[in-house]
């Protein structure tokens, strides 16, 4: 008689898949760092997804990072590797006792550094994998603070708004600290997201707007009081299925994003090309300087948007369309 399978939590299972959503800040980044609040969504066409496998008694955890070409057994990753950081969190909050023996391998189709939460859509869907598999229930609340952690080491001070957007996969209205919204979007609204093809150093651009703040708070806190206002009015506005006043929401935040330091010459132009083909407004979105920029659309115009987007040197144009 074949010896039982140790973990027989799972008799029938030896392959288990999970996926999480990138995302998308639609306004209030950088703002919500320092307390104001922020709306993100989920960005559903783009997707991380973890496969777990058994391995062999007593072959030990192992991940695979396939886009970055790594792999290996989970003890020879680096402590400060975020990835690895959330599987170690996650094996040890699943309290399994000796490590088990599962091969994660993580791929994801979010391009890295854009400023569409790859990092936190790669571990959520590697910590819900993980869980899946030792078929042990996992709250969305918790896969988000173990995301933190390794939110933590990609950007230095998180607000932690990606691994809240992206474990719940649903909008939220998020204010670092307290507790969590999420927020219905009764009137569906119609995204393109486009790629700058240049990265989005989050953690620099979060140092920066903090070495800019510390030399005039009063100025910079004016421009995230700004910010706020029309994050608040943005919701509103979304409750109201008022498209066109959201557009020029969108317009004003990037303008104040330019103020402290965290649009460029190419997020600019895109921004200009997008509106210029009739989006209703268009913002970058994330940490800037690189990554995405977002503009809103009516459903009629959505591919002349993509279209005016490529056309000014986008390396990729999304449509992306939202409701709750
Ligand atoms: O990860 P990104 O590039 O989408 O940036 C997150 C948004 C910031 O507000 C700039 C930082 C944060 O932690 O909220």
Same mark, same amino acid.
């Given at each position: 008689?074949?010896a ?12 288990t898949?999970?996926?999480a959503?990138g995302? +998308?800040?639609?306004?209030? /980044? ?6 104001r609040?922020? %709306?993100?969504?989920?960005f ?8 777990v496998t $058994? ?6 955890p ?8 790594q792999e290996?057994?989970?003890?020879? &990753?680096?402590?400060? #590797? ?5 599987m170690? @969190? ?10 088990? $023996? &599962?091969?994660v391998?993580?791929?994801?189709? +979010?391009?890295i550094?854009?400023?569409? =939460?790859?990092?936190a859509?790669v ?12 078929? %042990?229930?996992?709250?969305c609340?918790?896969i ?16 932690g708004i !990606?691994?809240?957007? +992206? ?5 939220? &209205?998020?204010i670092?600290g307290?507790?969590l919204? @999420?927020?219905t979007?009764t009137?569906p ?5 486009? !790629?700058s093809?240049l990265?989005?150093?989050?953690r620099?651009?979060?140092? #920066?707007?903090?070495r800019m703040?510390s ?5 910079? $806190?004016?421009i ?7 994050v608040e009015?943005?919701?509103?506005? %979304? /409750? $109201?299925?008022?498209? *066109?006043?959201? *557009?020029?929401?969108? #317009? ?8 402290i330091g ?15 083909a009739g ?7 994330? =940490?800037?300087?690189?990554g995405?920029? %977002?503009a ?13 987007l ?7 144009a999304?449509?992306?369309? +939202?409701s709750?």
């Amino acid at each position: 008689m074949p010896a039982r399978h140790p973990s027989s939590r799972r008799p029938h299972l030896n392959r288990t898949s999970a996926s999480a959503p990138g995302k +998308i800040i639609l306004l209030g /980044e950088h703002a919500v760092v320092y307390g104001r609040p922020a %709306i993100a969504v989920p960005f559903q066409a783009r997707r991380a997804t973890a496969v777990v496998t $058994d391995r062999d008694p007593g072959a030990g955890p192992l991940l695979h990072a396939l886009d970055l070409g790594q792999e290996g057994l989970l003890e020879s &990753w680096p402590e400060s #590797d975020p990835l690895a950081l959330a599987m170690r @969190l996650t094996l040890a909050e699943m309290g399994l006792g000796p490590a088990p $023996d &599962w091969r994660v391998e993580v791929s994801s189709q +979010i391009p890295i550094a854009s400023g569409l =939460g790859s990092g936190a859509a790669v571990a959520t869907a590697l910590v819900r994998s993980l869980f899946l598999h030792g078929r %042990i229930e996992i709250s969305c609340e918790r896969i988000s603070s173990i995301v933190f952690r390794s939110e933590e080491i990609h950007h230095g001070t998180p607000s932690g708004i !990606d691994n809240t957007v +992206i474990a719940y996969e649903a909008p939220v &209205w998020f204010i670092k600290g307290q507790p969590l919204e @999420l927020f219905t979007i009764t009137h569906p609204l119609t995204f393109v997201v486009a !790629d700058s093809g240049l990265p989005s150093p989050t953690r620099e651009t979060v140092a #920066d707007v903090a070495r800019m703040r510390s030399e005039n708070v009063a100025k910079v $806190d004016r421009i995230f009081e700004q910010i706020g206002q029309i994050v608040e009015r943005a919701r509103r506005t %979304i /409750e $109201d299925g008022e498209q *066109g006043n959201l *557009g020029s929401l969108m #317009d004003q935040n990037h303008r104040l994003l330019r103020e402290i330091g965290v649009s460029s010459p190419r997020l600019d132009e895109l921004v200009q090309a997008a509106t210029g083909a009739g989006a209703l407004g268009a913002k970058l979105s994330g =940490g800037g300087r690189g990554g995405n920029i %977002i503009a809103l659309t009516t459903e009629e115009e959505a591919q002349a948007v993509v279209t005016a987007l490529l056309a000014a040197g986008a390396r990729s144009a999304v449509v992306n369309r +939202i409701s709750s």
